[in-house]
């Protein structure tokens, strides 16, 4: 039933994303794509990979954008994937059943098998989280790597979504935003992490934590002007004494 | 957004055979139904096949067209789902409606209790489409009362005309059915000057600050895209007209949608035989043709909020 669950679902696990220290370095995309490429979601199509204008689907793609003027402006680098909304209009407009919000833990899916391919939960998605599969002729989105998560048959340190296992940078963490008590909201309360779109009533799990405040350093024209070194050498003094005649 | 073909021919046709079968019925329920079965069996089977032949076409839009019984499932949160119900519900009345002509008692209480009931559902399912579009907060240009209030004229216009096409086609003069083609045109018309007035003039729902959360920086504007090459959103959700083009084809939907079809119903009023009949299919056809303009316009100008994060400033 493309209805929600009744009442909010205590476990709300979902991703924060740190626009401070994400590099751009485009490796949780990479690793999304590997490990779904063979996942429960894959594969994933790939047209004309080596040519000159290869497309195909993605669940994760990371923009880099330009905010502020002077010395005020910022490049922040940006992750974008399925935020497994509250309230996602993506799950309630399926007419087959086929998108579904897990009542256990809120994670957003898409049952293949139901999908028909209407195209119309992309619509609905303000974000653009999920990309149509011309190859099965079906939606695909971002799974939390739900495939991975309960994995009981890989490391207990690996049960985590790819792309948070692979950040160089320490920019993606991932938990239960359902409990006020766990590491990633206590990050969002201490960061003041931010929903996207808030005004579009769409209620993300996934939260953002803001590029932090720049530290302001002393202007160039205020700092001192370095002092010449004082010359102890004799030798050096008496150098000085005649190359200054 | 991308104007799909498919999609565009469904809900001009299939809102032209809803039209056309709620004024059959309506005539009906008024008492003022054409004697012939000739008449009246082959207008609700014109209706029938235009929403069949939108209905097809819109099948043509899935990406796994054999598995679309399952789109029946969940009328109670889709709207698509809903469609789909209404849909396949206003098939069998319509074709009871189309038999009752050939019936000897053209007052038979059944025939009467068909008519009563398409009267409801065929409008109901035209709100139901627009519905679809309408409920789609990212995309602001079709989320607003407009949409359906326009979807319902354009539905009840188009059917008059092909009404009215079809009395003078068959002989019958039937002045009020060219008047009320003029009339619903007018508000019609009034209706979506209204609409592209208000998507010209609406605040923006959201912007790239909103939608990055860097707005407490200063403006957002793009650096580098995800991507070097088109990808699915870019080509669904990415689809932009350019305004001048927008400004030419409002004035051809204007033209051919309303214009023109409003002075050959006028010939036809004035007009008696085969001049008249002429010209009632001519108002017709080009009001069809003026109405997939439209509906193509309705489309292209409408913006997804995903071209935030692609270098779109507002939706």
Redesign the interface.
């Known amino acids: 039933m493309t209805d929600l669950p009744k009442g909010e679902s205590a476990k709300k696990l979902g991703l924060v994303i740190d626009l401070d220290t994400c590099v751009g370095c485009h490796a949780c995309a990479v690793a999304c794509k590997e490990w779904n490429s063979g996942g429960i979601a894959g594969p994933l199509p790939d047209h004309d990979p080596y040519g000159a204008a290869p497309h195909g689907v993605w669940f994760n793609r990371v923009h880099s954008f330009e905010a502020g003027e002077g010395t005020e402006g910022r490049t922040v680098h940006f992750p974008r994937s399925c935020l497994h909304c509250e309230t996602p209009a993506c799950v309630t407009v399926c007419p087959t059943g086929a998108s579904y919000k897990r009542a256990s833990d809120g994670i957003v899916l898409v049952d293949e098998d139901k999908c028909i391919g209407c195209k119309l939960c992309s619509w609905a998605c303000p974000y653009g989280a999920r990309e149509f599969d011309d190859d099965a002729g079906v939606m695909k989105k971002c799974t939390l790597c739900v495939d991975r998560i309960y994995n009981e048959t890989i490391p207990e340190a690996e049960r985590i979504p790819a792309c948070v296992s692979t950040c160089p940078a320490g920019a993606r963490h991932f938990g239960d935003l359902g409990d006020a008590s766990s590491k990633v909201s206590q990050l969002v309360a201490a960061r003041g992490g931010f929903d996207l779109m808030p005004e579009m009533g769409y209620q993300p799990t996934n939260k953002y934590l803001p590029p932090r405040r720049k530290t302001s350093a002393p202007s160039c024209s205020a700092a001192p002007e370095p002092a010449p070194a004082s010359i102890e050498s004799r030798f050096l003094k008496w150098v000085d004494r005649v190359l200054s005649r | ?1 991308h104007p799909a073909y498919s999609v565009i021919f469904f809900t001009v046709l299939s809102g032209a055979g809803l039209g056309l079968l709620f004024l059959l019925s309506v005539m009906i329920l008024a008492g003022h139904v054409p004697g012939t079965d000739l008449f009246g069996a082959s207008t609700a089977l014109i209706a029938l096949a235009l929403i069949g032949a939108g209905a097809l076409s819109s099948g043509f ?5 054999e ?2 019984w ?5 009328w ?6 809903r469609e ?1 119900v209404l849909m396949a519900a206003v098939m069998p009345f319509g074709l009871a409606l189309a038999a009752g002509w050939f019936g000897e008692d053209r007052a038979a209480p059944w025939w009467r209790v068909v008519a009563g009931i398409l009267v409801v559902l065929c409008p109901l399912t035209v709100w139901v489409t627009a519905m ?1 579009y309408a ?5 602001p240009r079709w989320h607003n009362a407009w949409t359906p209030v326009a979807h319902l004229l354009f539905a009840l216009m188009s059917g008059a005309a092909i009404a009215y096409a079809c009395l003078r086609g068959f002989g019958y003069v039937a002045p009020p059915g060219g008047y009320a083609t003029l009339v619903f045109a007018v508000v019609a018309v009034a209706v979506k000057l209204g609409y592209w007035r208000h998507i010209d003039r609406a605040h923006p ?2 912007t ?1 600050e ?18 070097t ?5 870019l080509k ?2 990415g689809f932009r007209i350019a305004r001048k083009h927008a400004g030419k084809l409002r004035r051809i939907a204007l033209i051919y949608g309303f214009a023109l079809p409003a002075a050959f119903v006028a010939l036809a009023l004035a007009a008696s035989g085969w001049i008249a009949a002429l010209a009632a299919i001519l108002a017709a056809v080009t009001m069809l043709g003026g109405l997939l303009v439209e509906r193509w316009l309705f489309f292209a100008e409408a913006r ?3 071209m ?2 692609y270098g779109t400033d507002a939706v």
């Open positions: 957004m839009h899935l990406g796994r067209p598995r679309a399952r789109a029946f499932s969940q109670r949160s889709s709207w698509l789902s789909g679809i409920s789609l907060k990212p995309v729902a959201a790239a909103t939608a990055t959360g860097l707005g407490a920086i200063g403006k957002v504007r793009p650096l580098d895209p995800p991507h090459e088109e990808n699915y959103l669904e959700m997804h909020t995903v935030l994060y």
